[in-house]
């Protein structure tokens, strides 16, 4: 069954000499519990594709269809209640609040929800290798331990689908193994949907379905 369905999606940036078609005609049809890898070239309109399915930017035309809603008829508020229910995002820039701890930077989307699930969040933690680290600011961290935070930060909800924009770009081979692992374990446990875009051709190699655009077209 489809979780994520994309119909005619384009987008347009930009007007007359400016104009850039960053995509062009998407349908992508996504299956629950797939790991999907988004690849292509620099500009070929990867990230476009990823916030726009993620509801953080709309398209020029086109549906995007979530769990059979289509968040096009969404207002703002609706939307944003849609990203915090069931989406996870994890970007190349870990974008940690750097006056809150490793704890309550990880328990950031659970305010104003119904989760007080302590611990997942301390079982997360440990996961990912941080509870000695949880009382420490972002500015005390490793690269590494940011970025762990900062999938801490996108699981905590249990999300049906994660969204990730090069999410291992800044780490070295071993935390990027680490960090990929983890994320593949989560998704086996929940059965949840990670979609995700890399350079890394070793890590497309494990994907379910791969993606591949240029010049804001799908590839098959
Ligand atoms: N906010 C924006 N305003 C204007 N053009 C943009 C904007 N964001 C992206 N683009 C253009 O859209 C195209 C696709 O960009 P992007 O999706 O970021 O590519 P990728 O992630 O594959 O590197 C590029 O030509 C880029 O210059
Ligand atoms: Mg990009």
Do not use: C, W
């Not at 328990?107 to 997360?124: A, F």
């Not at 690269?143 to 070295?172: C, S």
């Not at 081979?173 to 960090?179: A, F, Y």
């Amino acid at each position: 069954m489809p979780i994520l369905k994309t119909q005619s999606l384009t987008k347009i940036y930009g007007k007359d000499e400016t104009e850039v078609k960053a995509l062009n005609n998407i349908n992508l049809e996504i299956n629950k519990g797939e790991f999907v890898v988004i690849v292509g070239k620099s500009g070929s309109g990867k990230s476009t594709l990823l916030h726009i399915m993620a509801g953080l930017e709309t398209p020029t035309s086109g549906d995007i269809i979530i769990d059979n809603i289509n968040i096009s008829s969404l207002d703002e508020k609706q939307r944003s209640l849609l990203r915090k229910e069931k989406i996870g995002l994890i970007f190349q820039s870990y974008n940690l609040i750097p006056v809150l701890t490793v704890e309550e930077n990880i328990k950031l989307p659970t305010i104003n929800t119904n989760n007080k699930d302590d611990i997942y969040v301390n079982e997360l933690m440990e996961l990912l290798s941080i509870t000695d680290r949880k009382t420490h600011l972002p500015s005390q961290l490793s690269g590494g331990q940011q970025q762990r935070v900062a999938i801490g930060r996108a699981l905590v909800n249990k999300p049906a689908i994660i969204f990730a924009d090069e999410p291992t770009g800044n780490l070295d081979t071993k935390t990027e193994g680490e960090v990929l692992n983890l994320l593949k374990e989560s998704q086996k446990k929940y059965n949840q949907t990670i979609i995700m875009i890399t350079h890394n051709m070793e890590i497309a190699k494990y994907a379910d379905k791969i993606i591949k655009i240029e010049d804001g077209f799908i590839r098959e």
